[in-house]
């Protein structure tokens, strides 16, 4: 979906964007908005994330999702890689607030980096149905935000999704913990779409929306920022994104720190950190998986 320069510079979607953002999200599962951060946030992210990919590759910290080749990838959570634009967007939150109220919380800021020669993924979604035994989908309570920090295509192993799968039922009593579509469930998989999306694009998805990763053919590496957010009345045992506070003091107002300590818990002791950190004497910085 276009994004008007007019409405990226009032940091407000017109009325009529909005419907057409909320129609996309309710009956496809998902919502592309195209070209919403700026081109310099994303390349100066991007290049951080690839100083810290060497590193991340040789420890013992590395996290593959499903298949080999994709990395779960910490971005750094201090500045100057924390923006506004990324993890508090004004346009993604109006969008978020559409479906999730007017206090959602952001509970899991993290990356998914696809390397070259990677596998392709099961099909799976990041979570089930809250109750599994309905015969209707209910109103999503968790929304997927997917930043692109390069052009992403085929080329280089863009997402392949499965459009209006989100409103499938009847499998989540067969789902294990890893929410991978059981084989017998498979035939009911619409017809599936690239996320092709140009740099500093948002996409918006489902938290049930049929999905998986898929070979990189390309020589690089493909980066993206990878979010969640709840609404308010779900309650995470814990949220481990580092020291919390660079987050929240960079990017958001006494009320969203409020809000967001009923929803994560701030940590700092954490192994294998890549940055100087001004906040600590180690010269590392705080970086873990949820």
């Not at 009529?16 to 390349?43: H, M, P, Q």
């Not at 390397?115 to 099909?123: G, T």
């Not at 080329?155 to 499998?171: D, L, M, Q, R």
């Not at 660079?246 to 954490?270: F, G, L």
Request: glycine share 4%; net charge neutral.
């Amino acid at each position: 979906m276009k994004v008007t320069a007019e409405e990226v510079a009032h940091s407000k979607l017109s009325l009529k964007s909005l419907e057409e953002a909320s129609r996309s999200l309710k009956d496809n599962g998902f919502v592309i908005l195209e070209s919403i951060v700026d081109e310099t946030i994303c390349a100066t992210l991007r290049e951080q994330l690839r100083s810290d990919l060497s590193d991340l590759l040789k420890s013992k910290e590395e996290q593959t999702n499903f298949s080999s080749g994709h990395v779960q990838q910490e971005p750094p959570v201090f500045h100057p890689f924390v923006h506004r634009e990324i993890v508090a967007n004004p346009l993604v939150i109006q969008v978020i607030k559409r479906f999730l109220g007017s206090n959602p919380s952001l509970i899991f800021y993290s990356g998914n980096t696809n390397l070259p020669e990677s596998q392709a993924q099961p099909i799976h979604t990041d979570f089930t149905h809250l109750w599994p035994d309905l015969d209707h989908a209910h109103p999503p309570a968790r929304l997927i935000v997917n930043v692109v920090l390069e052009d992403v295509s085929e080329a280089n192993g863009s997402t392949e999704i499965f459009p209006g799968s989100h409103k499938i039922v009847g499998y989540s009593n067969q789902i294990g913990s890893d929410c991978i579509i059981p084989d017998t469930f498979l035939h009911l998989a619409p017809a599936s779409a690239r996320a092709t999306m140009k740099r500093g694009s948002v996409l918006i998805r489902d938290d049930r929306l049929w999905h998986r990763g898929v070979p990189n053919p390309s020589n690089e590496p493909r980066y993206m920022i990878a979010m969640i957010y709840i609404v308010p009345w779900m309650r995470q045992e814990s949220v481990e994104v580092g020291d919390g506070t660079n987050i929240v003091n960079n990017v958001s107002s006494m009320r969203a720190q409020r809000r967001c300590s009923k929803n994560a818990d701030w940590i700092r002791t954490i192994s294998n950190f890549f940055h100087p950190c001004p906040s600590t004497k180690s010269g590392k910085h705080d970086n873990k998986r949820q």
